[in-house]
């Protein structure tokens, strides 16, 4: 009888470690490659159709505000998986997969993740400084689909749903990590695209009309498009470009998000086939935008909003959050490791300064963060140009300012002109706000040890 009751508690301990395994929710993590904020017919656009990210929107939180850390792939990616700045890091340019480069004291978001107990998996575009093969480091047990191949978004789905079919009775965080609208570059220089096939681009008058900004502002810092040449035509074949080419490149890239759109519908879907929807939450962004013709800039790097800002969407499809969006300032880089934390009880790294953003999430009056910088390090893919910047964005201005060039810095009312179009920086009436700008940028670099502050 003790022998049999011994047993019972045993069986009674199991079911109770399951039912709390169960109880912790899911984190699903999308991610695309360079999509711009307003890219999303949820987000006004009537130039596309993108019905899997409205979707989230729809079961969820939508950040309007919502900045990568730096608009460059490598940087941008270290920064959403470690948590930390890219001149934290020193990640701030392109990097191969290189074992050694990152340092063990780092934390990655899938060894926080394992380490507190959950599956762990990995799916699609990789680009960070870490070999894949070094799970004892990034800590994604279940790692696919990251060489780079034709047509990766497409297996993509795939290898998510195997991923979730094998692990549904577990608490996991996965990361879907599409390239795609990142064949614009491909699609720009006239080259093959490597995840998806487009028919030819319809004449201009056919396509989207050019935005209100798509011209080169006055006043603008010289060494942005000095840069351009510098880097050559394959990267900024737009330096070339007419109104009528652009108007084509908006539609090729419209087109690029409603691929991937697809591809995320199919990934929703299989959280629902395997019994899962309900108990995972679901975190949507991109590692940075596309000058999407603003400025007539194609590519990113470029602090402007169209390059900087990025869909950001908290969403879990059983009803429990009441659809909205939020103007709160939020920095993906930054901020998804401490709101993922959050959200599943798992201990954040202490170290780490972003913000928990589910408690804006539960509680929209509270206002975590009323200005945010951002910084870029313009380079050739791994190549840095030595030209670098930092942005200070409030909930009414802009400040941004480069460490090169006769102007080095723009300031722009958001609130009256949202395309950064006229740099008041130039202005005399606006002296003062360009010097509090300019000392809150100061004072922040020395609180955070950004050496920037050398070139202010």
């Given at each position: 009888?003790?022998?049999?009751?011994?047993?019972?508690?045993?069986?009674?301990?199991?079911?109770?470690?399951?039912?709390?395994?169960?109880?912790?929710?899911?984190?699903?993590?999308?991610?695309?490659?360079?999509?711009?904020?307003?890219?999303?017919?949820?987000?006004?656009?009537?130039?596309?159709?993108?019905?899997?990210?409205?979707?989230?929107?729809?079961?969820?939180?939508?950040?309007?505000?919502?900045?990568?850390?730096?608009?460059?792939?490598?940087?941008?990616?270290?920064?959403?998986?470690?948590?930390?700045?890219?001149?934290?890091?020193?990640?701030?340019?392109?990097?191969?997969?290189?074992?050694?480069?990152?340092?063990?004291?780092?934390?990655?978001?899938?060894?926080?993740?394992?380490?507190?107990?959950?599956?762990?998996?990995?799916?699609?575009?990789?680009?960070?400084?870490?070999?894949?093969?070094?799970?004892?480091?990034?800590?994604?047990?279940?790692?696919?689909?990251?060489?780079?191949?034709?047509?990766?978004?497409?297996?993509?789905?795939s290898f998510c749903a195997r991923f979730i079919k094998?692990?549904?009775?577990?608490?996991?965080?996965?990361?879907?990590?599409?390239?795609?609208?990142?064949?614009?570059?491909?699609?720009?220089?006239?080259?093959?695209?490597?995840?998806?096939?487009?028919?030819?681009?319809?004449?201009?008058?056919?396509?989207?009309?050019?935005?209100?900004?798509?011209?080169?502002?006055?006043?603008?810092?010289?060494?942005?498009?000095?840069?351009?040449?510098?880097?050559?035509?394959?990267?900024?074949?737009?330096?070339?470009?007419?109104?009528?080419?652009?108007?084509?490149?908006?539609?090729?890239?419209?087109?690029?998000?409603?691929?991937?759109?697809?591809?995320?519908?199919?990934?929703?879907?299989?959280?629902?086939?395997?019994?899962?929807?309900?108990?995972?939450?679901?975190?949507?962004?991109?590692?940075?935008?596309?000058?999407?013709?603003?400025?007539?800039?194609?590519?990113?790097?470029?602090?402007?909003?169209?390059?900087?800002?990025?869909?950001?969407?908290?969403?879990?499809?059983?009803?429990?959050?009441?659809?909205?969006?939020?103007?709160?300032?939020?920095?993906?880089?930054?901020?998804?490791?401490?709101?993922?934390?959050?959200?599943?009880?798992?201990?954040?790294?202490?170290?780490?300064?972003?913000?928990d953003i589910s408690k804006r999430i539960n509680n929209?009056?509270?206002?975590?963060?009323?200005?945010?910088?951002?910084?870029?390090?313009?380079?050739?893919n791994e190549q840095l140009l030595g030209i670098n910047?930092?942005?200070?964005?409030?909930?009414?201005?802009?400040?941004?300012?480069?460490?090169?060039?006769?102007?080095?810095?723009?300031?722009?009312?958001?609130?009256?002109?949202?395309?950064?179009?006229?740099?008041?920086?130039?202005?005399?009436?606006?002296?003062?706000?360009?010097?509090?700008?300019?000392?809150?940028?100061?004072?922040?670099?020395?609180?955070?040890?950004?050496?920037?502050?050398?070139?202010?």
């Amino acid at each position: 009888m003790k022998f049999i009751l011994v047993c019972l508690s045993f069986l009674i301990g199991l079911q109770k470690l399951s039912a709390q395994q169960q109880s912790r929710p899911n984190i699903l993590i999308i991610m695309t490659d360079q999509q711009t904020a307003e890219a999303m017919s949820i987000a006004g656009n009537k130039d596309l159709n993108t019905p899997a990210m409205d979707k989230l929107a729809k079961n969820g939180v939508r950040f309007t505000r919502a900045y990568c850390a730096q608009p460059l792939c490598t940087p941008s990616r270290t920064a959403i998986f470690s948590g930390k700045m890219p001149f934290e890091t020193g990640f701030v340019g392109n990097a191969t997969e290189k074992d050694g480069q990152w340092p063990d004291s780092l934390l990655m978001m899938g060894k926080i993740f394992q380490q507190g107990g959950y599956q762990t998996g990995y799916v699609g575009k990789w680009h960070l400084p870490v070999p894949t093969k070094k799970v004892s480091q990034h800590g994604f047990t279940y790692i696919e689909n990251t060489n780079f191949l034709d047509y990766n978004d497409g297996a993509t789905p795939s290898f998510c749903a195997r991923f979730i079919k094998e692990n549904k009775e577990k608490p996991f965080l996965l990361v879907a990590s599409f390239l795609n609208p990142h064949d614009i570059c491909e699609w720009a220089r006239d080259e093959d695209l490597k995840m998806d096939v487009l028919e030819n681009a319809p004449p201009a008058d056919q396509c989207p009309p050019l935005p209100a900004n798509w011209q080169i502002p006055a006043n603008e810092p010289q060494i942005v498009r000095d840069q351009q040449k510098t880097v050559g035509l394959r990267t900024y074949p737009s330096v070339n470009y007419t109104p009528e080419k652009w108007r084509q490149y908006r539609w090729a890239y419209n087109r690029l998000v409603e691929k991937v759109d697809q591809y995320i519908d199919q990934v929703l879907y299989s959280l629902k086939k395997y019994g899962v929807e309900k108990n995972t939450i679901i975190v949507f962004t991109a590692d940075h935008g596309d000058g999407y013709a603003g400025h007539s800039w194609n590519q990113k790097q470029i602090l402007y909003e169209e390059a900087a800002k990025v869909p950001f969407i908290v969403a879990k499809m059983d009803g429990s959050l009441k659809p909205r969006t939020d103007e709160m300032l939020v920095c993906n880089g930054t901020d998804i490791i401490p709101t993922i934390c959050g959200l599943t009880g798992i201990q954040k790294p202490a170290y780490l300064k972003g913000m928990d953003i589910s408690k804006r999430i539960n509680n929209p009056a509270q206002n975590l963060r009323d200005t945010l910088v951002i910084e870029t390090d313009f380079a050739d893919n791994e190549q840095l140009l030595g030209i670098n910047g930092r942005a200070v964005i409030t909930k009414d201005f802009k400040y941004i300012v480069y460490n090169k060039g006769a102007i080095k810095e723009q300031l722009f009312n958001l609130a009256n002109d949202p395309g950064e179009i006229k740099n008041l920086a130039v202005d005399k009436a606006y002296k003062k706000k360009l010097i509090a700008m300019r000392n809150y940028l100061k004072q922040w670099c020395k609180s955070n040890g950004d050496q920037f502050t050398l070139a202010l």
